[in-house]
């Protein structure tokens, strides 16, 4: 137990001090190729690490940097043509900028052909290759890489090589240079314990989850239409089957039970297989796969209201269950089971395709398999135990009117969550005609004609009259018409946090009198930091960006609210400083970075540098805590929306600028 312990602690250790380091998944290498003695073509190379993905080099607007390459110094020579890539850059839909863009992975080189003008052969070509990259979780910001070519004989740099430009000034601006220096001076965490509840494991977390909804897919799939009268069926075939041979029968029922198991499992494997659990997650941000699942949502909703019915060919359950009937043993038993998937199927079907879908997006095939898993669980627990116990049926309800009211139900859920899809192809394509009122009126209206219907206010055509309302069915109403009156703030900007995954971004609010966390803050460090100095307070770092998703999320759900934006307002002087501002530069300048004098020419590269230069770190969103000195406070803090650690944070920053 103390090794695991041990090693448990170590992995954790190690895990969090990777996390604080540079992150450099994409490398240059770059060269020349002389095709004649006047002709030659530059040679930038890119490796980029498994899983990251470099940007081509055309970008539509409000989307990442596009890679480029600039010149500072051409002498001597011309350039010939543009810049061509090696291979085509996939288009695809990222859901971080809500964009189709086009990017690399692996690697690609791109070329640039030139002629040589001078005389005598001499030249100079200097420049850097800007370019940004991100993966699933994380992006790092706007990066130059620079090269630097001359003479008559060409040599290569590559990202190693150092002094290839001329001696660099100073790594600080003009207030860098004044008495407090040491605000722009390298800093260590080492003396602090991790807050960085981000660079902990998550997955167990996101199995779990993915499990809990897996079994209420399941359990929500046994009241069907086309699950629940299955059951005295299944009954009445085990009660054949085993006789007078109560352990056979138990045997039998466990047997059948581990067949649905298996047959749903099996069925999201080979579906995952097919695809990839990579594919899937790509799917579930494809634009295109989304509008074709609204679409499918929306005719399996129009028919659970009783517009017609979905099913699979007759002859295909009629000639499995025959099967079943016509063979014996375990075969006749896995028959039954498939049956009953194959019967049940316009019902689970769009439960099953939207738990995948999620499922996916853990990014390997254990997900599906988990969610499947459970699914299947819940769905066979209840068929196992009614073979085992048949005299449990005389209690159960009978088939009736309440099946189909919950295939109503359920069409309503499914119009609610088709929209969900519907908006992502929406942001993707950038038509606007889902923005963020506009779903939630629809949303509104949906589940307030859902309360409607389950106190009997609202009829289809297959209903069966309500002569008075159950105790069951009145209090669904009642949280279904508490819903909708939870969601009317939203139509005028409130946040609406328990359902931000599902309805649009903020931005895309017209009409918005939501105000969040009232607080003064600074966009340019050296300002932000005088100022606090002046008052004697301590500082909060938010290293932000434009494109930066999850910096929104902590936006939304920690600094609006209350606690948060008031302990900010009273105790710190917040700098928030966004890596990706393209904003130009009064004065660029010169610094060196590792090795390397890169030209710093944007407010984004400037406040990137700072993040690199001062705190090894290079990941957004990252939160640190300085004293007025420029000494952290604390560990840096990571992507985690609890209000309670970050609170807790705040606080251990305050105790440290107090006490010193």
């Known amino acids: 137990m103390k090794l695991r312990l041990l090693t448990f602690v ?10 604080a380091q540079i992150v450099t998944p994409i490398t240059w290498t770059s060269s020349i190729e002389m095709k004649s003695p006047k002709e030659g073509t530059l040679k930038f190379a890119a490796t980029i690490e498994p899983g990251w993905h470099l940007y081509s080099t055309v970008i539509p607007d409000g989307g990442p940097n596009p890679t480029a390459v600039t010149y ?13 890539p090696s291979r085509p850059a996939p288009e695809t839909v990222d859901m971080v900028f809500n964009l189709k863009l086009g990017w690399w992975t692996d690697e690609v080189t791109l070329s640039q052909d030139f002629r040589i003008t001078d005389a005598n052969d001499a030249y100079t070509i200097e420049g ?10 994380s992006c790092i910001p706007p990066t130059k890489e620079p090269f630097s070519f001359a003479g008559k004989e060409p040599t290569a740099t590559t990202a190693t090589d150092s002094g290839v430009v001329a001696a660099a000034e100073s790594a600080a601006p003009a207030a860098n240079k004044a008495d407090n220096s040491g605000w722009w001076t390298p800093v260590s965490f080492d003396s602090f314990e991790s807050a960085d509840a981000a660079a902990s494991d998550i997955s167990e977390q996101s199995w779990w989850y993915i499990f809990i909804w897996g079994f209420i897919g399941g359990l929500v799939a046994l009241l069907t239409p086309c699950v629940w009268p299955m059951i005295p069926l299944t009954v009445s075939f085990f009660l054949k089957k085993g006789g007078k041979n109560r352990s056979k029968a138990i045997r039998d029922a466990l047997t059948y039970g581990a067949a649905i198991i298996v047959i749903y499992l099996v069925l999201g494997l080979a579906i995952t297989l097919i695809f990839g ?10 634009a295109v796969f989304n509008l074709a699942f609204f679409l499918l949502l929306v005719v399996f909703a129009i028919s659970f209201f009783g517009a017609f019915d979905i099913k699979l060919p007759s002859k295909w359950s009629n000639s499995v269950d025959s099967r079943a009937e016509a063979t014996t043993g375990m075969l006749s038993i896995f028959f039954m089971a498939f049956t009953l998937a194959l019967v049940s199927f316009s019902c689970t079907g769009p439960i099953i395709g939207t738990l995948l879908v999620e499922a996916a997006s853990v990014g390997n095939i254990a997900g599906p398999a988990i969610g499947m898993g459970a699914f299947a669980l819940a769905l066979a627990i209840p068929f196992t135990l009614f073979a085992i116990f048949p005299s449990w049926l ?3 309800p009978r088939s009736g009117g ?6 109503v139900v359920l069409g309503f859920l499914e119009l609610a969550l088709s929209l969900k899809f519907l908006s992502v192809a929406d942001l993707a394509y950038g038509w606007g005609i889902l923005d963020r009122e506009v779903f939630v009126s629809l949303w509104i209206v949906i589940f307030a004609m859902l309360g409607l219907y389950l106190l009997g206010k609202l009829n289809f055509s297959h209903d069966t009259p309500t002569q008075h309302v159950s105790i069951v069915r009145f209090f ?3 949280i279904s018409l508490s819903f909708a009156v939870y969601l009317v703030p939203g139509l005028w900007g409130a946040p609406l946090k328990s359902v931000s995954a599902f309805v649009p971004p903020l931005y895309t609010q017209d009409f918005n009198l939501y105000a969040g966390g009232q607080f003064r803050e600074f966009d340019d460090y050296d300002e932000g930091m005088k100022f606090a100095a002046e008052n004697g307070r301590p500082v909060l770092i938010d290293f932000s960006g434009y494109g930066c998703v999850n910096c929104r999320k902590m ?3 920690v600094f609006d609210t209350e606690e948060i934006s008031g302990i900010i307002r009273e105790n710190f002087v917040l700098i928030k400083l966004m890596v990706d501002d393209k904003a130009k530069l009064a004065e660029p300048y010169t610094v060196d970075d590792a090795g390397k004098t890169i030209k710093i020419t944007t407010v984004g590269e400037k406040w990137s540098y700072l993040q690199r230069h001062k705190f090894a770190a290079n990941s957004q969103p990252y939160y640190v805590m300085v004293g007025n000195d420029g000494n952290p406070l604390a560990a840096p803090y990571y992507y985690d929306e609890s209000v309670e650690k970050f609170a807790e944070w705040l606080g251990a920053g305050i105790k440290s600028y107090i006490s010193k």
Do not use: H, P, R
Request: glycine share 8%.
């Open 555 to 557: 936006e939304g759900a």
């Open 10 to 19: 170590t992995v954790l250790t190690i895990a969090f001090a990777a996390v």
């Open 402 to 407: 309440w099946l189909n009211s919950v295939k």
């Open 72 to 84: 500072d110094k051409l002498e001597g020579v011309e350039l010939v043509g543009d810049l061509i």
């Open 394 to 396: 005389q209690g159960m």
């Open 476 to 478: 669904m109403a009642l």
């Open 128 to 137: 850097a290759v800007s370019f940004q990259g991100c993966n699933d979780e």
């Open 277 to 286: 659990a990579s594919k899937l997650n790509d799917l579930a941000t494809n």
